[in-house]
T-cell receptor, first 111, second 115 residues
Framework: QKEVEQDPGPLSVPEGAIVSLNCTYS??????FMWYRQYSRKGPELLMYTYSSGNKEDGRFTAQVDKSSKYISLFIRDSQPSDSATYLC???????????FGAGTRLTVKP | DSGVTQTPKHLITATGQRVTLRCSPR?????VYWYQQSLDQGLQFLIQYYNGEERAKGNILERFSAQQFPDLHSELNLSSLELGDSALYFC??????????????FGEGSWLTVV
């Protein structure tokens, strides 16, 4: 079993839809949770960062962490064609530099 | 633009050869990370340097090595290249380690094709 599982998709939604992206992890030592967005042939860029259970909002993006279920989610409201990219979850344990990435979910938002 | 600079952007080389990838971190960042991204393996952590010293090692092959120089730029050396080494190699940097709110910023990557 991989330490971080993420459905690679692809996921296709119409413009304006709410998108839900998810990852599960196996190691309860993981304490820091991040979502990165990667456009084709570009480097990943950090979207959201959180270290506690609950929700964190930033504009149209909401990151949700449920440590009891070892489940993290990223919600995108009012999705736009410019949101079309691959979204990677990343998880890290305290004092551990070996950040683990999910496989990435490829999202397409159709106009 | 993340501020992390990688060269070259694209590289085509033959099996058995050796290549060097170069990375300049963001100004003020002391940590440099190297990642490999391939279609079947996803984004894999290779190695991290902090202020010139190796800090963490991931799934890095013995044929690969890296170093961070006093000016904080880093090089990833790939030798005895095999077809399976074809991938996108990312450098990332952060002020410290990727904990306690230290965000890591990725460069645009170096595309390596081994033929």
């Amino acid at each position: 079993q991989k330490e971080v599982e993420q459905d690679p998709g692809p996921l296709s939604v119409p413009e304006g839809a709410i998108v839900s992206l998810n990852c599960t992890y196996s190691n309860s030592a993981f304490q820091y949770f991040m979502w990165y967005r990667q456009y084709s042939r570009k480097g990943p860029e950090l979207l959201m960062y959180t270290y506690s259970s609950g929700n964190k909002e930033d504009g149209r993006f909401t990151a949700q962490v449920d440590k009891s279920s070892k489940y993290i989610s990223l919600f995108i409201r009012d999705s736009q064609p410019s949101d079309s990219a691959t979204y990677l979850c990343a998880i890290n344990a305290y004092n551990n530099n070996d950040m683990r990435f999910g496989a990435g979910t490829r999202l397409t938002v159709k106009p | 633009d993340s501020g992390v600079t990688q060269t070259p952007k694209h590289l085509i080389t033959a099996t058995g050869q050796r290549v060097t990838l170069r990375c300049s971190p963001r100004s003020g960042d002391l940590s440099v990370y190297w990642y490999q991204q391939s279609l079947d393996q996803g984004l894999q952590f290779l190695i991290q340097y902090y202020n010139g010293e190796e800090r963490a090692k991931g799934n890095i092959l013995e044929r690969f090595s890296a170093q961070q120089f006093p000016d904080l730029h880093s090089e990833l050396n790939l030798s005895s290249l095999e077809l399976g080494d074809s991938a996108l190699y990312f450098c990332a940097s952060s002020v410290g380690g990727p904990i306690s709110g230290n965000t890591i910023y990725f460069g645009e990557g170096s595309w390596l094709t081994v033929v």
